[in-house]
């Protein structure tokens, strides 16, 4: 095996980006085609409709490289490698930061530190960004990556927010906090709320 074709193949594979429906495809593969062809065979070939990945056996589909374009893999967890353009969309980018924002403060409240922290207000939209999305998924879905700025605290933040037929939703579990919070977030000891935290006055004040 070691210095068959097919092991040429899955070496040129370690450092690729896999996915599930790949290990699905292979052992598919491996139970159901390959026996029959002594496992020699390692031409392309599709698993469809049983199977959305592509067997780690055979070369991938001529002319395409494995990446997240090409993978069945959805675009708001492989949005580093999509072309993005700025929004002309005054308010849309309003929207957009206002669910952001909405966003932050729906944590806070999950979390039970709305006593202690105070409520975020939209101070700003920096920038929005669209990423361009292969063909197949712009006539119903974008994905925005969103800088905003929130008052009282100055958090500058980061998300990336996904529309699916008009329905917004954050693409990424984490708002990015790209400035200094310091002391802000004192009266929380969890890690995840201190960049998302302005200790209100009271709790400051140490007032009950």
Same mark, same amino acid.
């Given at each position: 095996?070691?210095?068959?074709?097919?092991?040429?193949?899955?070496?040129?594979?370690?450092?690729?980006?896999?996915?599930?429906?790949?290990?699905?495809?292979? $052992?598919?593969?491996?139970?159901?085609?390959?026996? &029959?062809?002594?496992?020699?065979?390692?031409?392309?070939?599709?698993?469809?409709?049983?199977?959305?990945?592509? &067997?780690?056996?055979?070369?991938?589909?001529?002319?395409?490289?494995?990446?997240?374009?090409? $993978?069945?893999?959805?675009?708001?967890?492989?949005?580093?490698?999509?072309?993005?353009?700025?929004?002309?969309?005054?308010?849309?980018?309003?929207?957009?930061?206002?669910?952001?924002?909405?966003?932050?403060?729906?944590?806070?409240?999950?979390?039970?530190?709305?006593?202690?922290?105070?409520?975020?207000?939209?101070?700003?939209?920096?920038?929005?960004?669209?990423?361009?999305?292969?063909?197949?998924?712009?006539?119903?879905?974008?994905?925005?990556?969103? /800088?905003?700025?929130?008052?009282?605290? @100055? @958090?500058?933040?980061?998300?990336?927010?996904?529309?699916?037929?008009?329905?917004?939703? /954050?693409?990424?579990? /984490?708002?990015?906090?790209?400035?200094?919070? @310091?002391?802000?977030?004192?009266?929380?000891?969890?890690?995840?709320?201190?960049?998302?935290?302005?200790?209100?006055?009271?709790?400051?004040? @140490?007032?009950?």
């Amino acid at each position: 095996l070691r210095n068959s074709e097919m092991f040429k193949v899955i070496k040129a594979k370690e450092h690729e980006l896999i996915t599930p429906h790949d290990l699905h495809a292979t $052992l598919k593969d491996i139970l159901e085609v390959q026996p &029959s062809a002594n496992f020699l065979d390692t031409t392309y070939k599709s698993f469809l409709p049983q199977s959305r990945g592509s &067997s780690l056996l055979r070369e991938f589909e001529p002319g395409f490289v494995r990446n997240c374009k090409t $993978l069945p893999i959805p675009s708001q967890y492989c949005i580093c490698q999509y072309e993005k353009v700025p929004l002309d969309d005054d308010a849309l980018a309003i929207k957009l930061g206002q669910f952001a924002v909405d966003g932050i403060n729906a944590v806070l409240k999950e979390n039970n530190v709305t006593d202690d922290c105070a409520h975020l207000i939209l101070h700003q939209v920096h920038s929005v960004l669209c990423y361009v999305l292969p063909e197949t998924q712009r006539k119903d879905t974008a994905i925005y990556e969103v /800088t905003f700025q929130v008052s009282p605290s @100055g @958090g500058l933040f980061e998300i990336p927010i996904r529309s699916k037929n008009g329905v917004l939703k /954050t693409a990424s579990s /984490t708002f990015t906090r790209l400035n200094e919070y @310091g002391k802000q977030s004192a009266c929380v000891a969890k890690d995840t709320l201190k960049p998302l935290c302005h200790c209100s006055n009271r709790t400051i004040r @140490g007032n009950p």
